[in-house]
């Protein structure tokens, strides 16, 4: 078991150095491959108003116009010593992890992230819990009840929660809601935790709900399919034949060989979620890191969209990992993979 870990552990940073190389390619290598020169570079930094003279001279002190691999250097180190960038009249240190300075805002974009951090953490958890549970447990009584009005209700709802996008059942949620019946909370409305419990839940009992509504259809028909192909399998049929109680064999030997799938999906969809929903803090107007991210493009301020990407490369990466811990938990015989 020991040594699955380390090499998950091994893995997993060694994946987070692909990816920064990747996310360094994607955008300062490619960008001069299709032709961008220095100063266009810098004007992804300086924002929309910079005049020719200032992007060239910005050019230089972020270092555009030295080699590519020196570049990356610098990018690595910043991200793990910190780094300092000259806004003219004075010098601004970016501790670590500095993943890079906007010169917009004249603020470093890890501690905007960590602020927006608990919007999204708040919730990417709430909104897993319920689509986690109510669609296993609306897929296993659809596979119990194989056929039956619930089984063809609840797919048929499935079906459309998988198809509804995001900014439409939000929006429709918050006009009945919100805004008509006064029973949940409007848009743009959020309580940290640690102020009140109560009013944060109520803050965003309405986005949990409608993202659990789009993630839980998903689930409903994996745990659907899975239980119906794990069922039939030969050892079920032996459980039964010993005479343990139907609870058992669901359960016990059924549900968890069906899961496992499942969760490989549900760490990728929760890894998704906490580098930003995009979509959900757009539409209720949350100020997490898919709000943030958003914001970022608009203004076209590159550090804070390069931030962005590398934490939700980071969690994606993280939840993976937890996920092949969990997979030895579950399934022993991984642990020998």
Not at 13 to 29: D, K, N, Y
Not at 159 to 173: D, K, M, N, W, Y
Not at 194 to 222: C, E, G, K
Request: proline share 5%.
């Amino acid at each position: 078991m020991i040594r699955y870990v380390i090499r998950r552990l091994l893995a997993a940073v060694l994946m987070l150095f692909v990816v920064s190389v990747v996310t360094f390619a994607i955008f300062f290598l490619v960008p001069r491959l299709a032709g961008a020169t220095a100063d266009d570079m810098a004007s992804r930094y300086a924002g929309k108003t910079a005049n020719a003279a200032q992007l060239h001279e910005l050019a230089q002190k972020l270092g555009f116009l030295d080699p590519i691999y020196a570049q990356y250097g610098r990018f690595a180190k910043a991200i793990l010593l910190g780094a300092d960038y000259n806004t003219g009249p004075v010098t601004v240190h970016c501790p670590a992890p500095c993943f890079g300075y906007s010169f917009l805002t004249q603020n470093p974009v890890w501690p905007d992230l960590t602020d927006r951090l608990a919007v999204t953490v708040s919730l990417a958890i709430g909104a897993a819990i319920l689509w986690a549970v109510s669609g296993v447990a609306v897929g296993l009584l659809s596979a119990l009840r194989k056929g039956s009005i619930f089984d063809r209700s609840a797919m048929a709802i499935a079906l459309a929660g998988v198809s509804l996008p995001i900014f439409f059942t939000g929006l429709l949620s918050l006009a009945i809601f919100s805004y008509k019946l006064h029973w949940t909370a409007p848009g743009g409305a959020y309580t940290p935790f640690t102020q009140n419990p109560m009013q944060w839940a109520h803050d965003l009992l309405l986005p949990w709900v409608t993202l659990a509504f789009l993630f839980s259809a998903a689930y409903a028909r994996l745990t659907r399919a899975g239980m119906l192909e794990t069922m039939g399998e030969d050892y079920i049929r032996t459980a039964r034949a010993k005479g343990l109680p139907e609870r058992t064999v669901v359960f016990r030997h059924g549900l968890r060989a069906a899961v496992t799938p499942i969760l490989t999906i549900f760490g990728l969809d929760l890894g998704l979620l906490l580098g930003g929903a995009i979509l959900t803090e757009s539409t209720y107007s949350l100020p997490g890191i898919g709000k943030y991210a958003v914001d970022a493009i608009v203004s076209n301020d590159l550090p804070k969209v390069l931030g962005v990407t590398l934490v939700g490369a980071f969690f994606i990466i993280f939840a993976n990992l937890v996920v092949d811990l969990l997979y030895a938990v579950i399934d022993p015989r991984v642990r020998l993979a």
